[in-house]
């Protein structure tokens, strides 16, 4: 069956449903598995639909998704652990009656997802790994979170969502996995801030370890589709369209055929232009009076 990686939704279900329709045009409605970087929610109108047609689709077998920070955001504003922001739109999740069936299912979906792309060996993750992880050690660390967050009833989940990454090694972990954009250049620490001030991007220093896998994420609107050697970035912002830039969505549909589909060049790539406007630029604080 055919991979589609696809890029952060973040609630742009009416993207989502036409790359979902481009793809079975092009392989037949069960002809591709939709493999999802995670962000399914938050920022755009169409939340519940995302995650339901996504739900639907995996448990046909035909659709994986790993965790996303607006995931993760999500379950801490369900739990009480932080406040509804004015950017946030998940209010259509928090009010429904199954918001527990919700939670469950979130909180079980995987941090990373493995597999072999021709002859490359490869793992799909929301945001980044530490650049000296083997893709043994990626896995075996996933895997150690991914009990975190699943064992026990919300108690357990709402503490360990609630620690802090400095007293708990698996929070640490998890925000990595979730939420970095870049690490030091002395012990590779990472940081949800742009590469700067000693930092540089998470993958650039990953690339220089020359690792034989091959990586999937998104997270980073702001840096764009990322198409490097063993490297596919592919959050493009859909929800961040009217920012100055338009925004789209994206999907990679690798070439099994090639022996790395990870080589370049590569133009294997599906985008669908955001339908509507969904940034709005914040409200102008008033001048005050001298």
Wanted: charged residues 25%.
């Amino acid at each position: 069956m055919q991979p589609v990686f696809i890029g952060d939704v973040q609630g742009c279900g009416s993207e989502l449903d036409e790359l979902l329709e481009r793809a079975g045009g092009r392989f037949g409605a069960a002809g591709f598995e939709a493999w999802l970087v995670g962000d399914l929610v938050n920022r755009g109108p169409r939340n519940h639909a995302v995650l339901a047609r996504v739900r639907e689709l995996a448990d046909a077998g035909r659709a994986r998704c790993v965790l996303g920070n607006h995931e993760l955001g999500l379950l801490a504003a369900a739990l009480g652990i932080r406040p509804v922001g004015g950017s946030d739109s998940i209010g259509d999740l928090l009010e429904r009656d199954d918001l527990d069936d919700w939670i469950d299912w979130v909180r079980g979906l995987p941090l990373v997802l493995t597999g072999v792309l021709g002859e490359r060996p490869f793992a799909m993750v929301h945001a980044a790994v530490h650049p000296d992880w083997t893709l043994a050690e990626l896995e075996a660390a996933a895997r150690r979170v991914e009990a975190r967050l699943r064992e026990g009833g919300r108690g357990p989940l709402r503490r360990f969502l609630a620690s802090s990454p400095a007293d708990d090694a698996d929070r640490d972990l998890l925000g990595r996995l979730t939420s970095c954009r870049s690490v030091s250049r002395e012990d590779a620490a990472w940081s949800k801030l742009e590469p700067g001030d000693g930092r540089v991007a998470w993958h650039e220093a990953w690339a220089r370890r020359r690792h034989d896998y091959g990586i999937v994420y998104g997270h980073w609107a702001m840096q764009g589709l990322h198409v490097a050697p063993g490297l596919r970035g592919l959050d493009t912002g859909c929800v961040h369209h009217g920012r100055d830039h338009d925004g789209f969505l994206t999907a990679w549909i690798p070439d099994a055929k090639r022996a790395d589909p990870f080589a370049l060049p590569d133009e294997d790539f599906v985008q669908v232009r955001a339908h509507e406007r969904y940034y709005r630029d914040p409200p102008t604080p008033p001048v005050a009076n001298s």
